[in-house]
């Protein structure tokens, strides 16, 4: 009996093998560094891009016009990378939580990034992309012909030479039937 006592009185661990260089295991940092996740909506930062909503300074406007400028600021950059669906969310999202006021948020858009995005789907050859764009954005209410300036005209004049020099007669019609309002 007594040896079974000493049995259970003892520790269940054997000693080290070697007292003078004991076994020590690195030990396993508890906090492990996370991998940063890549946003699947924005590939890249860029400067084209606005900064989150939050990061903005509040202070020096209106909160809707803080939310309008940023979604134009947003949509501009979504434009600009060729990003056309994108745009369309955004600017449906805008135009809905502004309660449609199309003419202020058209204003605060920049048309050189959303024309370089335009024409850079159409010389990508989609133009039935670029066709259902306008369509979209004329019936939510804005006017193609308010997104035109000079140079987005000059341009257009351009990619729409090449469809008609490259037999592509009736793309060009649709087009043409697109800008004037006409769809």
Known sequence: MGEFAIIFGSPLIPPD?????????PSK?????????????IPSRSPSLPPPLLLVDSHRHPRSDLRRNY????ASGL???????????VLETALASSGGDA????SDLDMGMVWAGVLGVMRNGDLEAVVGFLGRVERLGIPIRSLVDGSA????????RLLVEGGRLEEFVVLMEILSGKE
């Not at 093998?17 to 295991?25: T, V």
């Not at 434009?79 to 969310?89: I, N, Q, T, V």
């Not at 003419?103 to 058209?106: H, K």
Request: aromatic letters at 6%; proline letters at 6%.
């Open 79 to 89: 434009a600009g990378l060729g990003k056309l669906e994108d745009f369309l969310m």
């Open 29 to 41: 940092n508890l906090y492990p560094k996370k991998k940063k996740k890549k946003s699947l909506l």
């Open 17 to 25: 093998s070697n007292p003078h260089h004991p076994n020590i295991k």
């Open 153 to 160: 005209m000059a341009a257009l004049v351009r990619e729409c």
């Open 71 to 74: 979604h134009a600021r947003l």
């Open 103 to 106: 003419s202020r948020f058209v």
